[in-house]
């Protein structure tokens, strides 16, 4: 591995060369069915070529101006998330954890708007918001924050899923001003809450004025069967933050907001050179266009459906598996002990896929697999996962 390059990741022994869908070929020119997506990335799957061809005629125009100027693209874009999310307003910046940052600097003009010296945001534990400073304090794993301290102040923590130590919070302290939840827990291990959770966090931030902020970088984008995942339970955020699918592997992230919180940003109060830039918008404008003719919430309700039972029918059974769970194409298999290992005995069978939470195989195919596809990925897993646990 490359002596050069920080080694802040434990890389597997293979680099890929090209795809096609959800194939992928290694340097070698072996073929490895994609069953991650780059994790929850490349939701078109790869080489899509409506995204190839916008991305190649935009690199031939223009690449980059700066926010100094108007980017057309980017209000085109704005307007085109705006209406699919129903926000008002957006802060492109390049990841994930930027987004976040932009929602966590929103809360916090929020609360000093409201004269609130110290605000708070109410996160939550076995979170997973970014690795910058800011939101590697809101996310809830003591591993991703150790070394780095002194963290960020600002942040209160709640258990996922427990409505009443949010209530809690709200009864004991003053300065909280927004909450920061993801739909579905992904880093934390595929976790789903309650039906209601999302609909009672709305109901606690319209009783105590708070922001709810989502953050769908990982559900975000067709991924569970809905644009956002927000919209099977209704309850609507007042802060949104995409990443990952948006630009189908363009880097480009984006904060929505709306209401009191769309107005807070201003000239001067935040900004990125490369956030929003003609080539990343593009991409970002491809993806949309593409996701609403293929209409793909709908495929991935299906398929994820046919992933869910499909799975349930042929590991559900087997002595080791604790649970499968999931939405759309965004799945977790839980075992009953640590198994990192199956990734790269997935390798081996040619088939991607990744554990989190040590013992979640995670499963985020791209949205557009084929049912066809969806049977081979339920069969070379179940022969996998069946024959570590008869170990
Ligand atoms: C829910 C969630 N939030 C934030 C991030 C951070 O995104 P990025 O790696 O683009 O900074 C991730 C990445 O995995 C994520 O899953």
């Not at 050069?4 to 992928?24: A, C, I, N, Q």
């Not at 709305?202 to 989502?214: K, V």
């Not at 984008?221 to 990952?244: E, I, N, Y």
């Not at 989190?356 to 195919?365: F, M, N």
Request: negative net charge; contains cysteine.
């Amino acid at each position: 591995m490359p002596e050069h390059v920080m080694p802040t990741y434990k890389r597997l022994p293979v680099s890929f060369d090209h795809g096609e869908g959800v194939w992928l070929r290694d340097t070698d020119n072996r073929q490895y069915l994609d069953a991650l997506s780059g994790i929850a990335v490349c939701g078109l799957g790869h080489a899509h070529p409506a995204v190839t061809a916008a991305v190649c005629d935009q690199a031939g125009k223009l690449v980059h101006t700066s926010n100094l100027y108007g980017i057309e693209l980017q209000s085109q874009l704005a307007d085109r998330l705006c209406a699919v999310a129903e926000m008002e307003r957006v802060f492109f910046a390049n990841s994930g954890a930027e987004a976040n940052e932009a929602a966590i600097k929103i809360a916090r003009l929020y609360g000093h708007s409201k004269g609130i010296t110290s605000p708070a945001i109410i996160v939550m534990e076995n979170s997973f918001h970014g690795r910058t400073l800011a939101t590697l304090t809101a996310t809830g794993n003591r591993r991703i924050q150790a070394g780095f301290e002194p963290l960020v102040r600002g942040f209160l923590r709640a258990p996922y899923n427990d409505i009443e130590a949010i209530r809690t919070i709200a009864s004991n302290k003053n300065d909280a001003v927004a909450v920061l939840v993801e739909p579905i827990q992904g880093e934390g291990g595929i976790n789903l809450p309650d039906a209601d959770y999302l609909r009672e966090i709305r109901a606690l931030c319209d009783e105590f004025g708070w922001l709810m902020m989502l953050d769908e970088i990982q559900t975000g984008m067709c991924r569970t069967g809905q644009w956002f995942a927000w919209q099977h339970s209704g309850a609507r955020p007042d802060v949104m933050t995409l990443a990952k699918s948006l630009g189908n592997g363009v880097p480009i992230g984006a904060c929505l907001a709306r209401g009191a919180a769309a107005e807070l940003m201003q000239p001067g109060s935040h900004g990125s050179t490369f956030g929003g830039n003609p080539l990343a918008c593009r991409a970002g404008l491809a993806v949309i266009e593409t996701m609403e003719q293929e209409h793909l919430a709908d495929h991935v309700q299906q398929t994820g459906q046919q992933l869910l039972e499909g799975l349930r029918k042929t590991l559900g059974d087997a002595p080791g598996v604790r649970e499968i769970r999931g939405l759309g194409l965004m799945l977790g298999i839980e075992l009953d002990r640590p198994c990192a290992e199956l990734v790269g005995r997935a390798l081996d069978q040619g088939l991607l896929i990744n554990v989190t939470a040590e013992r979640v195989i995670r499963l985020l195919p791209p949205l557009i697999i084929t049912t066809r596809q969806i049977d081979i990925l339920i069969e070379k897993l179940s022969v996998l996962v069946r024959s570590f646990l008869e170990e």
